[in-house]
């Protein structure tokens, strides 16, 4: 099964980094020298440095009990040398370090608190993230369907890219579609076009006029919209808006200045040609409507639209990642694949292809007509 995203969050490791040893080392180092030097020279001060070392990957219990043994320690070494455990500095040495075991055992407290509200806060910012980027249905009636995607912002699970399959009363139909810039603005205006087509793609019969109030929605509900302050004049979305019909065996298509799509099949690949229009947010510009192109797609292929993550990932050499060419190279004289298949091998021949890992979201959808069961991809 086909990932739409990724958690944002890691599971915590079990394996325990150097900052973890680091106070072990530090009071192993200090009683090392304490014996090589036998006692000529007080070396227990280095121990005051060891409770802040603690509360970096400890909690409270752990620094106060560190700070004793510490403190504990200091004079049992300063006792080693007779007439020493009562002088004046080392009397001040004691205090200076129950003070930092005090302040220590306060930073971890607030350390741990400050861990749980970020728990708390990924928490919250995964569902509101998964509730605007659904996962895709394996299977839409007689459509077959996967997709992936990944934010280009570490830590995050919705970006600038954007999704979703949905069955309506004029059939499967489908966006994907990319916006111009990253951010807070780009995730708003993700949230206003999937908003608006999960409500419009089940009342507006034409697919433009789909695409029309998709843009519409930018304007009220994207980040330029009620005075919010954002002055980004330049804000757009490319797009593709498809559909397939009930019992039809083509695709029908409004391009709103995103990359065509690509059939996959036995045959190789191949791409459809498209009406290209202005990008949403841009429509005003235009001295036309979009054009509708429908295209026919047969049991066993497999429609693909994709992002420019994926098709402007580069190598080595800054080439771009010739899709066409790889999927044509690949599906040649297979068996009819699967939108998974077709999915996987994008993602895993790109992650081969490109040189560093892109600064950019990635999206993949997979649409197919008549498709029984998942293959297996090689």
């Not at 973890?20 to 009071?27: F, G, K, M, N, R």
């Amino acid at each position: 099964m086909s990932r739409s995203i990724g958690s944002g969050r890691r599971a915590p490791s079990s394996r325990r980094g150097w900052l973890w040893w680091l106070p072990l080392v530090a009071v192993s180092a200090d009683l090392l020298a304490e014996w090589a030097l036998n006692g000529r020279e007080p070396v227990s001060f280095l121990l005051t440095g060891v409770p802040p070392l603690v509360a970096v990957t400890r909690g409270p219990r752990v620094t106060a009990l560190s700070a004793v043994v510490c403190v504990g320690l200091q004079v049992f070494m300063a006792s080693l040398r007779p007439g020493h455990i009562g002088e004046q500095h080392h009397v001040a040495l004691y205090g200076a370090s129950v003070l930092i075991g005090i302040v220590s055992t306060m930073l971890a407290a607030q350390r741990e608190r400050a861990d749980r509200n970020l728990v708390r806060a990924d928490l919250v910012a995964e569902a509101v993230q998964r509730t605007m980027l659904r996962p895709v249905p394996q299977r839409i009636g007689l459509v077959a369907a996967a997709a992936f995607y990944s934010a280009g912002e570490g830590g995050t699970l919705v970006g600038g890219d954007l999704y979703d399959v949905c069955a309506t009363p004029f059939g499967v139909r489908a966006v994907i579609g990319d916006v111009r810039g990253k951010g807070l603005g780009a995730v708003q205006t993700v949230a206003a076009v999937l908003g608006s087509f999960r409500v419009s793609a089940h009342e507006w019969q034409d697919l433009g006029s789909l695409a029309d109030r998709l843009e519409l929605s930018m304007a009220r509900n994207g980040p330029t919209a009620g005075g919010s302050g954002e002055t980004d004049a330049e804000l757009f979305v490319t797009a593709l808006v498809m559909q397939i019909p009930p019992g039809s065996c083509e695709v029908h298509i409004v391009d709103r200045g995103h990359p065509s799509p690509i059939v996959v099949g036995p045959h190789g690949a191949y791409r459809l040609e498209t009406s290209p229009n202005l990008p949403l947010g841009l429509g005003a510009l235009a001295g036309a409507s979009a054009v509708t192109t429908v295209h026919p797609l047969r049991a066993g292929q497999v429609l693909l639209a994709y992002t420019d993550g994926f098709s402007e990932a580069r190598n080595e050499h800054g080439v771009f990642y010739p899709i066409l060419e790889r999927l044509a190279e690949r599906f040649r004289d297979a068996p009819s694949p699967h939108p998974e298949a077709v999915v996987s091998f994008v993602r895993q021949d790109v992650t081969r292809w490109a040189a560093t890992s892109e600064d950019d979201d990635q999206a993949l959808l997979a649409l197919s007509i008549g498709q029984p069961q998942a293959t297996a991809s090689r």
